[in-house]
């Protein structure tokens, strides 16, 4: 079972959306507004120095292939990207518990 957690600059919310919709992912949580500061890119603190914000969305999967294919998704999707702000930042770790009962 696998935990995948993406963020990414605000103007990159719905294509990211519509990339995981195509892909069936239907199991997602969305954090609207997060301040952020990536490794690459402008910050994002929501400030009049450093305005905008991120999106955040988290997923679950109890197929670790299913997880792995998605992150693969997400690296193809940066691989199109033009510009280093918007970039998606993923990560994914194991969860010991997964259920809906």
Partial sequence: MKMIYVTCNVSVREPLIKLLEENNIRDYQIIEEVIAKD?????????????????SIFMQFSNDNRAKEIMQIVREFNQKSFNENELITACSWTLDDYFYD
């Fill in 39 to 55: 490794i690459k890119g402008d910050p994002r603190l929501n400030t009049s120095v450093w305005p905008g914000h991120n999106t």
